[in-house]
């Protein structure tokens, strides 16, 4: 309690006896060492009176800034009189804000219950646009928590923003069809309804139903078919032209034909590479919607995996240091699948590495995670999100005549996808690369047996 406003309010309780006081001994009526001391015993009276009020009112005030910030439980004794009757309304004020606030959550329920119950995403917006709530399909639609979040900063599409508008300026449903979260997403009809117009700016709820769209699938797989013939096309014609050779000019030249031979070998096996990797995709592919059920120890699996391939590491001087934790690191998955994985980018850093460098293959536990390092020229600026694309490969490993068809990261992005686990690339052009693979929740350590 402050002690300033404690003494204004003793000097206000005895201020009028006081006046009485000094009257009285002024005019010789009483001696002025007894008006001393019943001035002093007034000062105590009117202390311990102002003491109880301004305590009280403090208690009041505590108890009125709790009823404001949604705290209960915090009713206030008050002896002052005057503040007993305040006291007893602010009670009953208290009981009645905690009915509307029951009402008001028990609304917020109800409604978060329905829109969670709806199986396509759904959101209540307020006049300003701003997402009030959103159900779990809408969050996995916009790949955040709409909520709190105004609807231009999750989608910019036209379409979708002017059907809000509308729906408020005319108070009727609007209907659109557009590409969420952005234009190249799936193709979705957007309904936005317009409700609690009583309110005056009325509140709006907008429901995203996904439609049948055949076009991202036809050009996916054109441009598959079209990529897939033309990394076809290179060997084959290769292979063509060096039988010709054979059967012609070589048919009498063991020089040629020893030189052609082992030609016809390499496009021959980067023909089988490229089905075997096709094939690999496509089982990846047709098992992704199917969650992995078994145990894979990511420890013996980096160590097994990076001697497997030693021998091409050795061919480019390289080596491969491999760091791994002093326990197991288990994780949910499909062995071959994530032996396919850490294949992929190992041999893909062992291509783009450069000659006589170094390779590392680190298991993390915290969380599992396994990571592959290069000290290669790195992924040029830009094009960090496209390397796990179907047969994409940069002009800098077509240029250095990298072999490969692209197809490896696309495999990696699908394993990953299915075992629910995060790609994350670091590159620095000139120093290297590192593309780490991280699964979602603890590991499960163990000791060994």
Not at 35 to 60: N, S, Y
Not at 207 to 231: G, Y
Not at 419 to 440: M, N, Q, T, W, Y
Request: with cysteine; charged share 20%.
């Amino acid at each position: 309690m402050p002690m300033a406003e404690l003494f204004r309010a003793v000097l206000r309780t005895a201020a009028p006896a006081t006046a009485v006081l000094l009257v009285v001994a002024a005019t010789g009526q009483l001696d002025w060492q007894v008006a001393a001391g019943i001035w002093a015993a007034l000062l105590l009276l009117g202390a311990g009176a102002a003491f109880v009020q301004v305590r009280d009112t403090a208690r009041l005030v505590r108890w009125i800034r709790a009823m404001r910030d949604g705290e209960s439980g915090a009713h206030a004794d008050v002896l002052a009189g005057g503040l007993r009757e305040l006291s007893r309304h602010l009670a009953q004020l208290e009981s009645e804000v905690g009915r509307v606030r029951a009402g008001v959550a028990e609304r917020d329920r109800f409604i978060h219950a329905l829109l969670e119950a709806l199986p396509m995403p759904a959101l209540t917006l307020a006049a300003d646009g701003r997402v009030t709530h959103a159900n779990a399909a809408a969050t996995k639609l916009f790949e955040k928590s709409p909520s709190g979040h105004a609807l231009p900063e999750l989608t910019r599409v036209p379409a979708c923003l002017q059907a809000f508008d509308a729906a408020g300026d005319s108070g009727a449903a609007q209907t659109v069809q557009c590409r969420l979260p952005a234009e190249d997403g799936a193709l979705h009809q957007v309904s936005v309804h317009p409700f609690d117009r009583d309110a005056g700016a009325p509140r709006r709820v907008m429901i995203c139903q996904a439609l049948a769209d055949s076009t991202p699938r036809e050009t996916a797989r054109t441009t598959f078919l079209a990529n897939a013939s033309h990394e076809f096309r290179t060997p084959l014609t290769a292979i063509l032209g060096m039988v010709e050779t054979l059967q012609g000019p070589g048919r009498d030249d063991p020089e040629v034909q020893e030189l052609y031979l082992d030609r016809l070998g390499k496009q021959a096996s980067r023909m089988v590479t490229l089905v075997d990797d096709m094939i690999h995709l496509s089982a990846v592919e047709m098992s992704e919607a199917l969650p992995p059920e078994g145990r894979v120890d990511l420890v013996p699996l980096a160590r097994e995996v990076s001697e497997d391939l030693a021998w091409q590491a050795a061919v480019r001087s390289m080596h491969v240091n491999v760091e791994v934790p002093g326990e197991p690191v288990t994780v949910t998955g499909d062995a071959e699948q994530l032996r396919q994985l850490l294949t992929n980018l190992l041999s893909n850093a062992i291509k783009h590495g450069n000659e006589h460098g170094r390779i590392g293959v680190e298991v993390g536990a915290h969380p599992p995670r396994i990571t592959v390092t290069d000290d290669g020229e790195g992924i040029p600026p830009g094009e960090t999100d496209r390397v796990f694309e179907r047969f994409y490969r940069s002009a800098q490993a077509r240029n250095r005549r990298i072999p490969g068809h692209g197809l490896g990261l696309a495999i990696v992005k699908h394993v990953a996808r299915r075992h629910g686990a995060a790609l994350d690339v670091r590159s620095e052009p000139g120093v290297g690369c590192a593309i780490s693979v991280k699964f979602e929740g603890p590991a499960t350590a163990t000791q060994p047996t």
